[in-house]
Antibody, heavy 129, light 107 residues
Framework: QVQLQESGPGLVKPSETLSLTCAVS????????WTWIRQPPGKGLEYIGY????????????HYNPSLKSRVTISVDTSKKQFSLKLRSVTAADTAVYYC??????????????????WGKGTTVTVSS | DIQMTQSPSSLSASVGDRVTITCRAS??????LNWYQHKPGEAPKFLMY???YSQSGVPSRFSGSGFGTDFTLTISSLQPEDFATYYC?????????FGGGTKVEIK
């Protein structure tokens, strides 16, 4: 059974780079798309972006939420079975619980349905000096 | 971005009650609607995709319906383990967007 575990600093200073890692166990990292989502205190879930299945012949560049695109990089390290999030120039507004998740695709009558079927427990990141 | 609005934001119910949660999209999303359950300190749990298709292992008391802009998640007989926050999410167009959540509490 696949499990995901986020890790990284719990405190980041304003203007610095937030770096998180998600370790994948129980399944191949190469066969799926992987995503990051966050939840600021008292607010709803926000999609950050996802990285495509690197094992796919039609592998595409990562997709990012336009609201964060200029500051975000998501990458994958297959040798370590982990994928990563980097968010640059953070402010207090980036304080949140950060989740990693596996993104799946189901095709029903020629319609593509994407969903996150496995999530990590989340890691809290606070941006403060 | 497509806005997702859930109602109610919270509700109190008793074990055995029938509970319905509504999710409304700001524009038509066909049936590209997913549901998740989240308990504090735990990983969110995926329940349903394409509005009405249950993930393997999800109890049959959970059902989903809807098309276009209006969707519902129904729990036919609330169980103690169902007290949690439920989120809808549209995958019709990027960026994915989530509803604000519905917290189901014990009455």
């Amino acid at each position: 059974q696949v499990q995901l575990q986020e890790s990284g600093p719990g405190l980041v200073k304003p203007s610095e780079t937030l770096s998180l890692t998600c370790a994948v166990s129980g399944d191949s990292i190469s066969n799926y798309n992987w995503t990051w989502i966050r939840q600021p205190p008292g607010k709803g879930l926000e999609y950050i972006g996802y990285i495509y299945n690197i094992g796919s012949p039609d592998h595409k560049p990562p997709h990012y939420n336009p609201s964060l695109k200029s500051r975000v990089t998501i990458s994958v390290d297959t040798s370590k079975k982990q994928f990563s999030l980097k968010l640059r120039s953070v402010t207090a507004a980036d304080t949140a619980v950060y989740y990693c998740a596996r993104r799946r695709l189901e095709i029903i009558t020629n319609t593509y349905h994407y969903y996150m079927d496995v999530w990590g427990k989340g890691t809290t990141v606070t941006v403060s000096s | 971005d497509i806005q997702m609005t859930q109602s109610p934001s919270s509700l109190s119910a008793s074990v055995g009650d029938r509970v319905t949660i509504t999710c409304r999209a700001s524009q038509s999303i066909s049936n590209s609607l997913n549901w998740y359950q989240h308990k504090p300190g735990e990983a969110p749990k995926f329940l349903m995709y394409a509005a009405s298709y249950s993930q393997s292992g999800v109890p049959s008391r959970f059902s989903g319906s809807g098309f276009g802009t209006d969707f519902t998640l129904t729990i036919s007989s609330l169980q103690p383990e169902d007290f949690a926050t439920y989120y809808c999410q549209q995958s019709y167009s990027t960026p994915d967007t989530f509803g604000g959540g519905t917290k189901v509490e014990i009455k």
